[in-house]
Antibody, heavy 121, light 109 residues
Framework: QVQLVESGGGVVQPGRSLRLSCAAS????????MHWVRQAPGKGLEWVAV????????YFADSVKDRFTISRDNSKNTLYLQMNSLRAEDTAVYYC??????????????WGQGTLVTVSS | DIQMTQSPSSLSASVGDRVTITCRAS??????LNWYQQKPGKAPKLLIY???RLQSGVPSRVSGSGSGTDFTLTISSLQPEDFATYYC???????????FGGGTKVEIK
């Protein structure tokens, strides 16, 4: 069965960096687009970034553009989110999610359990 | 950017009730509309994609309709496990810039 397991969350000071990982199993990882979606405490869902099946296309929400980078290692079935210049408003649970298709422009059919990132001094 | 507006933001209903949630896009998104269910402390779950296609494993009491700018999610007979928050999400943007609605919390009356 499809499994997505995020890791790397924690408490970090404003301005510092953090890298999240998402280990995928149960499907052919290299065939699908992958996303990061976040949810601030008590708030709704916010899409963060997407990467196509082969890593050739990457897109970001305006709120994280130029600070966050998304990447993938298809040989390791792992998705990454590099977060730089973190701000208090980046505090959220971060979910990785699988797209229905290869380009990352459809629906998110499987989600991980999430990892909490807290940006605080 | 395409904005998604859900209504109501919350509702109270009883087991067995028919429940309808609406989602409106700020511009036409054809049928590129998806619905998710989220329970407290859990990840979202895909219910409906492409406006009306039922995701595998989702009970048939759940249905979606609409196209263009106006969409609905309907639960024909609310069950105890349906009390949750529901989100719509558009996937029409090019390049991809997925946006979610603000959510609708379905509570027990």
């Amino acid at each position: 069965q499809v499994q997505l397991v995020e890791s790397g969350g924690g408490v970090v000071q404003p301005g510092r960096s953090l890298r999240l990982s998402c280990a995928a199993s149960g499907f052919t990882f290299s065939n699908y687009g992958m996303h990061w979606v976040r949810q601030a405490p008590g708030k709704g869902l916010e899409w963060v970034a997407v990467i196509s099946y082969d890593g050739s296309n990457k897109y970001f929400a305006d709120s994280v553009k130029d600070r966050f980078t998304i990447s993938r290692d298809n040989s390791k079935n792992t998705l990454y989110l590099q977060m730089n210049s973190l701000r208090a408003e980046d505090t959220a649970v971060y979910y990785c999610a699988k797209d229905l298709g290869p380009s990352g422009s459809q629906a998110l059919d499987f989600w991980g359990q999430g990892t909490l990132v807290t940006v605080s001094s | 950017d395409i904005q998604m507006t859900q209504s109501p933001s919350s509702l109270s209903a009883s087991v067995g009730d028919r429940v309808t949630i609406t989602c409106r896009a700020s511009q036409s998104i054809s049928s590129y509309l998806n619905w998710y269910q989220q329970k407290p402390g859990k990840a979202p779950k895909l219910l409906i994609y492409a406006a009306s296609r039922l995701q595998s494993g989702v009970p048939s009491r759940v249905s979606g309709s609409g196209s263009g700018t106006d969409f609905t999610l309907t639960i024909s007979s609310l069950q105890p496990e349906d009390f949750a928050t529901y989100y719509c999400q558009q996937s029409d943007s090019t390049p991809p810039n997925l946006t979610f609605g603000g959510g609708t919390k379905v509570e027990i009356k």
